[in-house]
């Protein structure tokens, strides 16, 4: 066992390292953001706490030295990743994502990605963060008092206060430095004058209980402010008070799901096949056919004129899984099933999924299986066996084929087709046809597989023609969620309900249908839509109605999701004619229209009720 001055030294080493550690984190993740990037009080007593757990373990023998060199590690090594994600992605990383992160996907994404091979191009010192922390854990734990410890110790301060003043802004700049300083001093006055190290414990043990206690004042008076490490470790509240009413005006959004109601032209495609097919994560403005500048699809885009289609489509949540769960379930129940796809069932439909993916990745299986599909072909089916990443170009040959096996009597069906090339990193098989964008750039590679799987599409209804397979099926066509590319902070998906991310394309069409143009819908509406058409009804409560009734009311809680988290810190709502935005990571809410061109910060009295009613949405829908 250590003796008691080694004790002493190891702890106030290891809180000066995990400070300037998380000096860096914090101050690269929050930079060019409006908030505080400096190490705070807040930061500062749990890393003090974090060392002091660490020590503790390291009295109990060499199995405890190695449990706390390794939790050390890979709690800093955590924080590196919450920081590179936030920066790459926009997402954050806790204690309850960890496990849904496939770290060779993870690895592959920003290897393959330019804008995150830049981002570390331009923070290399940022990169050896880890290294430098399991180094720094493993001389501190195993290491004897004496000249080689003490080496290491200002050769771990010295690589600290380098990658300091390489990567850290100038304003959260000092307090990094300040934690290098104090490890090279406590270090080397452990190897000068090693009785003065109990009293300095003792000071530093007080001066985290006062840090405490100003935490907890400045917490009470201004509101909790941004940290490192508490809002990594715990989730963040939502701002509701107790005693909040919404307005009059505002009332009706705490309304009770209802049955979708039929419409005048239920029944109109009674006994069709339906058919939909869903891009991955293209939004509305990556699209030509809306956005000058966007990716050409001709398919799609001679589909428009003749269909039923929406100005403006919610997505509901901008992640593949909370996308699926509202297309099939319309409501916001992770668990619930979905009262469409039995209604489908029991009027004698099959129901099939179709994607070049592997459904059970991220736990889009079960959420299917749930929904109640009669057969999933996915990955596992089409190309079972076979390494590598499996194209959607299989989806016109083996997904052809299998579709082929399953559907040969005449029967009805209901097929959802999804997509996967447009998923970040982005990739184009054919890429001397599909080149029109620079493929060295992410979002022209992004914009050249939007063009691919558009060309995938037709083929794919055309297939299903050629093989008798359907006649004149109900196409409806959308994106599971759209992709941010860097408008007003945000990057990726799953980190904004920004119009990027969550307007995406949907139109529905058939001979039959008569063309026009909706002003609003949802992933919510869109099942209750296919029903109404094929005349088939259910009388499940849910939150969205066919698209053939004139008095819908735009009225939406929408939500990021938490791909990498336990819950969310992203939401809003979209009312007539505008959306409010709540980033408590960010600690901003936004008041914009729905195409986020006019975007006005709220303050005072209009940010509280803001915070407060949509907070009050989440936890009446139960969303997470």
């Known amino acids: 066992m250590m003796p008691p001055p080694d004790l002493c030294a190891t702890w106030l080493e290891l809180t000066a390292t995990g400070a300037a550690?998380?000096?860096?984190?914090?101050?690269?993740?929050?930079?060019?953001?409006?908030?505080?990037?400096?190490?705070?009080?807040?930061?500062?007593?749990?890393?003090?706490?974090?060392?002091?757990?660490?020590?503790?373990?390291?009295?109990?023998?060499?199995?405890?030295?190695?449990?706390?060199?390794?939790?050390?590690?890979?709690?800093?090594?955590?924080?590196?990743?919450?920081?590179?994600?936030?920066?790459?992605?926009?997402i954050e990383l806790g204690p309850g994502g960890v496990g849904s992160i496939i770290l060779s996907v993870l690895y592959r994404e920003l290897a393959e990605l330019s804008f995150a091979r830049r981002f570390f191009a331009a923070h290399r010192a940022f990169a050896t963060l880890p290294a430098a922390a399991l180094l720094a854990h493993a001389s501190l734990l195993l290491m004897p008092s004496g000249r080689g410890r003490l080496l290491a110790s200002l050769g771990i301060a010295a690589w600290l206060g380098g990658a300091t003043g390489m990567d850290v802004p100038a304003p959260a700049r000092w307090r990094a430095f300040m934690a290098c300083a104090a490890l090279a001093l406590v270090s080397t006055g452990e190897a000068l004058a090693a009785e003065l190290l109990l009293p300095l414990a003792a000071v530093g043990l007080g001066s985290i209980a006062v840090a405490r206690a100003l935490v907890a004042v400045r917490s009470r008076l201004q509101g909790p402010g941004p940290t490192a490490l508490r809002h990594f470790l715990i989730e963040r509240p939502r701002p509701e008070p107790p005693a909040f009413e919404p307005r009059p005006e505002h009332a009706h959004l705490l309304a009770p799901p209802r049955p979708p109601r039929p419409s005048a032209l239920h029944g109109t495609l009674r006994g069709q096949d339906a058919v939909l097919l869903t891009f991955e994560s293209v939004g509305r403005s990556h699209?030509?056919?809306?956005?000058?500048?966007?990716?050409?699809?001709?398919?799609?885009?001679?589909?428009?004129?003749?269909?039923?289609?929406?100005?403006?489509?919610?997505?509901?949540?901008?992640?593949?899984?909370n996308a699926h769960l509202a297309l099939y379930t319309s409501s916001y129940d992770e668990q619930s099933s979905s009262a469409a796809l039995r209604a489908l069932r029991e009027a004698g439909y099959l129901t099939v999924y179709l994607s070049a993916a592997r459904a059970a990745d991220y736990g889009l299986l079960p959420l299917l299986t749930r929904a109640g599909f009669h057969h999933v072909l996915d990955?596992?089916?089409?190309?079972?066996?076979?390494?590598?990443?499996?194209?959607?170009?299989?989806?016109?040959?083996?997904?052809?084929?299998?579709?082929?096996?399953?559907?040969?009597?005449?029967?009805?069906?209901?097929?959802?087709?999804h997509a996967t090339h447009t998923h970040v990193p982005y990739r184009v098989v054919d890429g001397e046809r599909f080149r029109r964008f620079d493929p060295a750039d992410d979002q022209g590679r992004f914009f050249n597989g939007i063009e691919e799987c558009d060309w995938i599409f037709g083929g794919l209804l055309e297939g299903l023609h050629q093989r008798g397979l359907t006649s004149e099926p109900l196409v409806i066509v959308?994106?599971?969620?759209?992709?941010?590319?860097?408008?007003?902070?945000?990057?990726?998906?799953?980190?904004?309900?920004?119009?990027?991310?969550?307007?995406?394309?949907?139109?529905?069409?058939?001979?039959?249908?008569?063309?026009?143009?909706?002003?609003?819908?949802?992933?919510?509406?869109?099942?209750?839509?296919?029903?109404?058409?094929?005349?088939?009804?259910?009388?499940?409560?849910?939150?969205?109605?066919?698209?053939?009734?004139?008095?819908?009311?735009?009225?939406?809680?929408?939500?990021?999701?938490?791909?990498?988290?336990?819950?969310?810190?992203?939401?809003?709502?979209?009312?007539?004619?505008?959306?409010?935005?709540?980033?408590?990571?960010?600690?901003?809410?936004?008041?914009?229209?729905?195409?986020?061109?006019?975007?006005?910060?709220?303050?005072?009295?209009?940010?509280?009720?803001?915070?407060?009613?949509?907070?009050?949405?989440?936890?009446?829908?139960?969303?997470?």
């Not at 757990?53 to 919450?82: E, I, M, Q, R, S």
């Open 379 to 417: 990955r596992a089916v089409l190309a079972p066996g076979r390494g590598g990443l499996l194209p959607d170009q299989a989806l016109l040959s083996e997904g052809l084929a299998q579709l082929a096996a399953l559907l040969p009597e005449r029967r009805p069906f209901f097929l959802h087709v």
């Open 21 to 90: 550690l998380t000096a860096l984190a914090k101050a690269l993740k929050f930079h060019g953001f409006s908030v505080d990037a400096a190490l705070g009080l807040d930061d500062l007593w749990l890393v003090a706490l974090l060392a002091l757990a660490t020590v503790a373990l390291a009295t109990l023998g060499p199995a405890g030295v190695f449990v706390g060199l390794l939790v050390g590690t890979l709690f800093y090594a955590a924080l590196w990743l919450d920081a590179v994600l936030f920066r790459i992605f926009t």
């Open 478 to 624: 959308s994106s599971d969620h759209g992709q941010a590319f860097g408008r007003l902070g945000y990057y990726s998906h799953g980190s904004a309900v920004t119009r990027d991310e969550l307007d995406v394309p949907l139109l529905l069409h058939h001979p039959r249908l008569p063309p026009r143009e909706v002003t609003f819908s949802s992933h919510f509406d869109v099942l209750p839509t296919v029903l109404d058409l094929l005349g088939l009804e259910h009388h499940e409560p849910v939150f969205g109605d066919s698209l053939l009734h004139e008095d819908r009311r735009p009225e939406l809680l929408v939500w990021a999701g938490h791909p990498s988290r336990a819950t969310t810190s992203h939401y809003g709502l979209l009312l007539e004619g505008e959306k409010l935005l709540v980033d408590l990571v960010l600690e901003r809410c936004l008041r914009m229209d729905w195409s986020d061109e006019r975007v006005e910060e709220l303050t005072g009295h209009d940010k509280t009720y803001a915070l407060a009613l949509a907070s009050r949405m989440m936890r009446l829908r139960g969303v997470t």
């Open 287 to 321: 699209l030509a056919a809306f956005s000058p500048g966007g990716a050409q699809t001709p398919w799609l885009a001679g589909l428009l004129p003749h269909s039923l289609r929406s100005r403006h489509h919610a997505c509901v949540s901008p992640t593949t899984n």
